[in-house]
């Protein structure tokens, strides 16, 4: 059973930084995409950043281009999304999630997800 664990959301001023993980268990595919999406009140959710297990690219919505950074360390089956310089427009639920493609993918359909994480940005 694929489970995907996200942790590190809280509470930051604004201006300031956290790093997200998401840790993969159950996963024995060679080929997919994995990120994350935020959802905030009464908005939809959105994807932030995905990143490609077979080539390593990458994707970030415009909002957070420049201030956020999506990594993986495959030994370890996680996945980290550093944020910096947040905003108290990035507060919102941050979830992980995973499709089973080769290549990269980062939207509303993907395969697998992972319980959110709250993250949210004083002013």
């Known amino acids: 059973e694929v489970q995907l664990q996200a942790s590190g959301g809280g509470l930051v001023q604004a201006g300031g930084s956290l790093r997200l993980s998401c840790a993969a268990s159950g996963f024995t595919f060679d080929d997919y995409a994995i990120g994350w999406f935020r959802q905030a009140p009464g908005k939809e959710r959105e994807g932030v950043s995905c990143?490609?297990?077979?080539?390593?690219?990458?994707y970030y919505a415009d909002s957070v281009k420049g201030r956020f950074t999506i990594s993986s360390d495959n030994a370890k089956n996680t996945v980290y999304l550093q944020m910096n310089s947040l905003k108290p427009e990035d507060t919102a639920v941050y979830y992980c999630?995973?499709?089973?493609?080769?290549?990269?993918?980062?939207?509303?359909?993907?395969?697998?997800w992972g319980k959110g994480t709250q993250v949210t940005v004083s002013s």
């Open positions: 999630a995973a499709d089973i493609v080769a290549g990269l993918r980062c939207y509303y359909g993907m395969d697998y």
């Open positions: 990143i490609s297990s077979s080539d390593g690219s990458t």
